[in-house]
């Protein structure tokens, strides 16, 4: 797991991985493919080249607290064109902005894609 998360040659405690730990515990991988998919909607698929980059945007958002102009500064963004994103994951997701329950579950399934590359 750990190198999974800081690459080659990184030495990662379980009791020090957070949320991956009980992931990582996790042997469905059919249920966390599923969760994904149901909580990401179309984010969850590659098939449209604009969703790795709306997910980028919704996992900065969400590792900013919803900072809109942190978010904005990070990805190099206007922050118009950020409004502009986050109004059209809020038609594809839902109302995160507002519901921590939801951003809960993005959230995680943003870690497991990265856990799992699934």
Not at 37 to 51: C, I, K, Q, W
Not at 56 to 82: G, K, P, S
């Amino acid at each position: 797991m750990g190198r999974q998360l800081h690459g080659p040659g990184a030495v990662a405690h379980f009791d020090q991985l957070g949320v991956y730990r009980l992931l990582s515990l996790v042997g469905d991988t059919g249920e966390l493919h599923a969760f994904v998919r149901e909580t990401l909607g179309p984010l969850a698929s590659d098939d449209d080249p604009e969703n790795a980059d709306l997910r980028r945007t919704l996992q900065v958002l969400l590792e900013t607290n919803l900072n809109v102009a942190e978010t904005a500064r990070r990805l190099h963004f206007h922050y118009n064109t950020l409004r502009y994103r986050i109004g059209k994951l809020e038609r594809m997701l839902g109302g995160f902005t507002e519901d921590a329950h939801l951003r809960l579950n993005l959230t995680l399934a943003l870690h497991v894609l990265r856990m799992r590359g699934i």
